[in-house]
């Protein structure tokens, strides 16, 4: 009886998973067929393989910038991993160790940002990105990523569980402030750090309103609006916008596949931390 | 305290320096700015400048039939996405957290796996499932002599773009939950198993109100950003057919960035922050009574 349940469970579990991972292993098939048998679907894997799709969008930089749009994402993302990083984990290491007159007022204020709805600052850090002449520039996407609390509370959570007796070590063999910073508490954070930093990432490289409503020219856009564009530019064409999903998805996968423990563990500890 | 100690205490706020600036210019300034915007009068390409209105703007929002229209949309969706990707990521966590801990990391990549994929890319995808003549759907209901007009019917529209979601966000509030599952110690079963409950019981009695402030953090995080949808809805069916998937962030988006009515958008941002924190306060309220 024990086992039957137990092998049920198991078929509901690998049933459940295949449905779900199967239309992201569908996008790397697919684009690999020609056009003709993507619009008449008969067999999930292409009856004769092609790399046309791929050849196509590489072989045409000036109507289909792809490179272009990779490296603008790549830009941000890693510009945007690097600001919060630096930013929030000096901003953490004041919250969670200095004695700062006020500190507690400052940081409630900055955790009660976390509940509100991002929508509310689309239209007004559009017309201050137009002010500042941001707009239609990575920095228009870079600088304001920096202001959310979200990374401050998670690292800032993390120093607090970090022992004070290597701090207070290193204050009598006259360590500065600073000097504890960078020799005690960043080493000892490695893993919230990559948490974070991998966070961050993938959630810039698939940033899809930013780009949107920020950037105007075509060759500024980054991967997921470019490829949104396919949809209206290439309405027909699902063989090579397939290809172009391709690009922007095989580098997620990897990091996810690289980094799957970290990822995992930086959502778990959003809801179970207080 | 001397002098020198306390300019030594306020000089710790260089480390937050950085920081602070950021969330003063890009997160407070902007709440204000808004909020103030709301109160005017203001095309940007016209040559007029913003002209102060009182709450004008809000009036015109609860007269405007797109208003509702778009409010309604989004209700629908928010009714058809919070209870169901809930329960779903409760069941699938529940029936991950029965399998040993060495073997749950698998199965809960593989249902958290679909978050990752950018709108832009899941949208194209899941436009050509629904395509009506080619998409693979109708290809494979073409076996039973079947065809649903997935996007281009009002009474399906959006019941597609939800099934959709409910592939893609499941899984952020499931490795929640498991998270939550994973720490209710296994002696509590145990010891309700040998007084004779049963796994329904014991799911009832002991699994919810342990996990009770996880479940409460999931839905309001998803009632927050199911009222925030834009993404499917913009990619998949541009808000159609006949507006019935257009959703108040696109008609938020179309009246500040198609016609450059900013202070109608940024007032439509407010109510829709008002309907946010409203509901957010009602689940509050609700689950932590009980």
């Given at each position: 009886m024990k086992i039957v349940s137990s092998m049920i469970l198991y078929l509901v579990l690998i049933l459940g998973a295949l449905l779900f991972v199967f239309p992201v292993v569908l996008i790397f098939i697919t684009a690999f067929k020609p056009d003709g048998e993507i619009v008449h679907?008969?067999?999930?894997?292409?009856k004769e393989w092609t790399f046309e799709n791929f050849r196509e969008i590489f072989a045409s930089p000036e109507e289909i910038p792809i490179f272009r749009w990779f490296a603008n994402s790549l830009l941000i993302s890693t510009m945007v991993t690097l600001l919060i990083l630096t930013v929030h984990s000096l901003a953490a290491y004041g919250l969670a160790r200095l004695d700062l007159p006020g500190k507690k007022w400052v940081f409630s204020m900055i955790i009660a940002?976390?509940?509100?709805?991002?929508?509310?600052?689309l239209v007004p850090v559009y017309l201050i990105l137009n002010k500042l002449g941001w707009?239609?520039?990575p920095l228009a996407l870079i600088i304001?990523?920096?202001?959310?609390?979200f990374g401050v509370f998670l690292l800032r959570q993390f120093f607090l569980g970090i022992p004070r007796d290597l701090e207070d070590a290193a204050n009598i063999d006259g360590c500065t402030r600073l000097g504890t910073y960078f020799h005690i508490i960043l080493p000892l954070s490695k893993p919230a750090l990559a948490t974070l930093g991998i966070f961050t990432f993938l959630g810039s490289w698939n940033d899809f309103m930013g780009p949107l409503v920020f950037l105007d020219s075509v060759d500024k856009y980054t991967l997921p609006v470019g490829i949104a564009l396919f949809q209206t530019s290439?309405?027909?064409?699902y063989g090579l916008t397939l290809a172009a999903c391709v690009v922007c998805t095989l580098p997620v996968v990897i990091v996810f596949l690289l980094f799957q423990r970290h990822i995992i563990k930086g959502i778990s500890l959003t809801g179970l931390k207080d | 305290m001397n002098k020198k100690s306390i300019l030594y205490r306020y000089s710790g706020y260089l480390f937050l320096a950085p920081y602070l600036l950021l969330f003063c210019v890009f997160l407070v300034a902007p709440l204000c700015y808004g909020l103030g915007l709301s109160f005017f009068e203001w095309?940007?390409?016209?040559?007029?400048p913003p002209r102060f209105n009182g709450l004008e703007n809000y009036q015109e929002a609860l007269k405007d039939q797109y208003f509702w229209k778009a409010l309604w949309a989004t209700a629908r969706f928010v009714i058809m996405i919070v209870p169901t990707v809930i329960c779903g990521a409760l069941l699938v966590a529940t029936l991950i957290n029965a399998l040993p801990l060495k073997r749950q990391a698998i199965f809960r990549a593989s249902f958290f796996f679909?978050?990752?994929?950018s709108i832009s890319v899941a949208g194209i995808l899941w436009r050509w499932f629904f395509?009506?003549?080619?998409?693979l759907f109708n290809a494979v209901l073409a076996n039973f002599s079947m065809k649903v007009p997935w996007l281009s019917d009002i009474r399906w529209a959006m019941k597609s773009i939800a099934f959709m979601t409910f592939w893609w966000t499941l899984g952020g509030p499931m490795v929640v939950l498991l998270a939550g599952l994973n720490q209710i110690p296994d002696h509590y079963y145990e010891a309700a198993a040998i007084d004779g409950a049963n796994a329904v019981q014991r799911f009832i009695h002991i699994t919810i109100p342990l996990l009770r402030p996880v479940l409460l953090f999931v839905s309001v995080m998803s009632i927050i950003g199911s009222f925030q949808v834009f993404g499917q809805t913009f990619m998949i069916?541009?808000?159609?057919p006949e507006f019935s998937t257009r959703v108040l962030v696109q008609y938020i988006y179309e009246t500040a960035?198609?016609?450059?009515?900013m202070g109608y958008g940024a007032a439509m941002s407010w109510l829709l922050f008002l309907v946010i924190a409203v509901f957010s306060i009602v689940q509050f309220r609700i689950m932590r009574e009980r």
């Open positions: 679907f008969y067999s999930i894997l292409p940002t976390l509940m509100i709805p991002g929508q509310i600052f707009l239609d520039t304001p990523a920096g202001a959310g609390a290439y309405y027909a064409e | 095309e940007m390409i016209s040559p007029f679909p978050t990752l994929i395509n009506t003549e080619f998409g069916t541009r808000g159609g960035f198609s016609f450059y009515r």
